[in-house]
C-alpha cells in the first residue's frame, strides 16, 4: 500500500509541476513576444536587462540545474553559461555582451525545456534533498516567476505606446477600522514544512512580538499625495540620515511615475497615463520614501516579524496560516497575483483574502517594505547554493513582503521573503504603517 501511494504522490507532484512549467513559459512568451526584435535586445533603461538577456537566461537557469544537475545529461549549451551568470555581468553592462539573438534564444529555452520534460517523466523525485517534493523543479518555477515579474518591470519602463493589456482590477469596499491591534506574544515564523520554500523561509521558528496595531490597509495614493502636498519631500525631519542624502541628491519629489499637470497628479503605468486613483495603494515608491511618509504620519514601518504575524497569526487556534485568508491556495478571489490585472486594486477589494484580525491585501498588490535588514533565521541552512540568499544578508538590503500583482502565485506565501536596496523604486513597491500599542490600549 505505501509504494503505491508513494506512486501516487509523485505523480501528482509530476503533475503539478509540468503544468506549474508551463504556466510559467507562457508568461514568459507573453512578455517577450508582446515587443518587437529592437525592444527585445535594447536596454529600456539601465536598471534593467534586456528582454532577450532574461529570457535566455530563465533557460540558461533549468539548464544548469534541471537538465545537468537533477538529469545528469549532457549540457545544451556549456559556452553561453558565463553570459548568462547573473553575478558575473552588472544588468547595465549586458546590453554589450555577445547575447543569444531573440530566435537563437527562443530556440534556446524550447530545447532546454523539452530535456526537462523528459528528466522530470523519469526523475524519482526523492532520495536527495534537492529532489524531494520537486524541489528543484519548484526552484526553477518561482525563478522563472521572479524574471517574469522582472520583466513586466521592464516594460513599465519601457517608453513608447502601450502593448500589454490586461482588465482593470476589483472595485474597492469597505475595510473596517484604518487599524487593527496584533496582541502580543509568540508565534510560528518561517517554515520547515512548505516544499518549495526557500532556504531563507526556513526553519519555522517561534518569534515573539510586543502588542502592535498594523494597518487594515495599505498606504493608498490619495494617503500619500497629502504627504507629498505637505511638502514632505522638501522636509528633513521625516527622513533618516541616508534618506535625506538619496531624496536630495537623486533628487525625489513623488513616486516614480508620477506627475503633476495644474491640480491634478497622473501616473503612467505601461504606457498610459491617466489621473491618480486616490484609493489603490501606493507604488514605486523606495524604503526611504516609505519610511518618511510613515514618521510624517506619527507612524513607523512594520517590523518583518510584525508583518508575518500580522499575516499568519490566528489568534484562536494560536496557529500559524500558510495565507491570510487560511491553507488554501490563493484564488481571484483572495489576491490580485499573477499578472491578471496590471495594476494594484482599491484597498477593499479582496474581502475573502483578510486575516482573522481584519487585515487586508497583505498578499498581493504591492510588495510592502519592512524596516528589517535581510538575514538569516537562526538555525539557517544555506540550500542549494549560497548565492540563492546567503550572499545577500547584512544591512544592504531591507526586506519587502506579500508580493505585488506582478507576482506568481507560486513565488509568493507568507513566509516568502523578497529584498531590495532601500533606494529601489522600479519594483512594485508600496508598504502599510504600524506603531506600538500603548499600555492602555491594549482592550
Ligand atoms: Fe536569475
Known sequence: MTSIDNNTGVERIRDHVAAQLTRARRRSQSLTDAVDEHDLVRQHSKLMSPLVWDYAHIG???????????????????????????????????????????????RYVGEVRDKVFDV????????????????????????????????????????????????????GGPV??????????????????????????RPAHQAHTAPFFIDTAPVTNG????????????DRRWWSEAGWAHVRKAPLVAPRFWEKQGDQWYRTAFGVTAPLDPDQPVVHVCFHEAE??????????PTEVEWEKAARHDPASGRSRRYPWGDDEPT????????????????????????????????????????????????????????????????????LRGGSFGTDESAVRSTFRNWDYPIRRQIFAGFRCARDAAPGELG
Open 332 to 399: 481571484e478571489a483572495h489576491a490580485n497575483l499573477g499578472q491578471r490585472h496590471l495594476s494594484p486594486a482599491p484597498v477593499g477589494a479582496y474581502p475573502a483574502g483578510a486575516s482573522p484580525l481584519g487585515v487586508h491585501q497583505l498578499i498581493g498588490d504591492v510588495w510592502e517594505w519592512t524596516s528589517s535588514d535581510f538575514r538569516g533565521y537562526g538555525g539557517f541552512e544555506v540550500f542549494p547554493y549560497a548565492e540563492y540568499s546567503q550572499v545577500f544578508f547584512g544591512p544592504d538590503y531591507k526586506v
Open 60 to 106: 540558461n537557469q533549468e539548464e544548469l540545474w534541471l537538465v545537468r544537475d537533477v538529469g545528469g545529461r549532457e549540457p545544451v549549451r556549456q559556452d553561453i553559461d558565463e553570459l548568462y551568470d547573473a553575478f558575473k555581468h552588472a544588468r547595465s553592462t549586458r546590453p554589450e555582451l555577445p547575447l543569444l539573438g531573440p530566435a537563437e534564444a527562443r
Open 223 to 234: 494617503a500619500y499625495v497629502a504627504f507629498v502636498e505637505d511638502g514632505g519631500y522638501a
Open 292 to 301: 518618511a511618509y510613515a514618521k510624517w504620519a506619527g507612524r513607523r514601518l
Open 176 to 201: 473596517g477600522p484604518a487599524e487593527v491591534l496584533v496582541p502580543g506574544g509568540p508565534f510560528t515564523m518561517g517554515t520547515s514544512t512548505e516544499a518549495w520554500a526557500l532556504d531563507n523561509e
Open 120 to 171: 522530470l517523466e523519469t526523475s524519482p523525485l526523492e532520495g536527495r534533498r534537492l529532489l524531494a517534493g520537486g524541489f528543484a523543479f519548484g526552484m526553477i518555477v518561482q525563478h522563472e516567476q521572479q524574471h517574469d515579474e522582472t520583466m513586466l518591470a521592464t516594460h513599465q519602463l519601457r517608453a513608447g505606446p502601450p502593448v500589454l493589456d490586461a482588465p482593470a482590477p476589483p472595485r
